[in-house]
């Protein structure tokens, strides 16, 4: 095992400190895989007759299926909808909801807030927007 030698600014006689190993280590560092998944079989290519052409362009498939595309069609009911159901049609939280809400007021949109009968909340979209 490799020593140290430690002198102090004092007039002591040296100290010799063991040099630690990994070997005195309750668990040694164990190699990880380098790359994507390192050992995972490749992907086989798909032959060119598999391959799906879309008809409509990719921009407007995409901004029909998330969820603040989801939350812009809710509010277009003509009663609004409560935030309840627009947390079970999401799965977010009630702060991302709202800050959904700030986006689509930033992108133009009027969005207007009531109560219903109930006196829950209720968001729809302005009827002149």
Do not use: F, N
Not at 46 to 63: D, E, M, N, R, Y
Not at 65 to 91: F, N, Y
Request: charged letters at 20%.
């Amino acid at each position: 095992m490799p020593t140290i030698t430690r002198t102090t600014a004092k007039s002591r006689p040296a100290q010799v400190v063991p040099k630690p190993t990994t070997s005195r280590l309750k668990h040694p560092p164990q190699k990880r895989p380098v790359g994507k998944a390192a050992g995972a079989p490749k992907a086989k290519a798909q032959p060119a007759s598999a391959v799906v052409v879309s008809a409509s362009p990719p921009g407007a498939a995409k901004s029909a299926r998330t969820k603040k595309a989801l939350i812009a069609a809710l509010l277009q009911r003509p009663d609004g909808v409560v935030m309840a159901e627009l947390m079970s049609a999401t799965g977010w939280q009630e702060h991302s909801i709202r800050a959904a809400l700030t986006g689509l007021r930033r992108d133009g949109q009027e969005i207007v807030r009531s109560r219903d009968a109930v006196g829950a909340t209720c968001y729809r979209v302005a009827k002149g927007a």
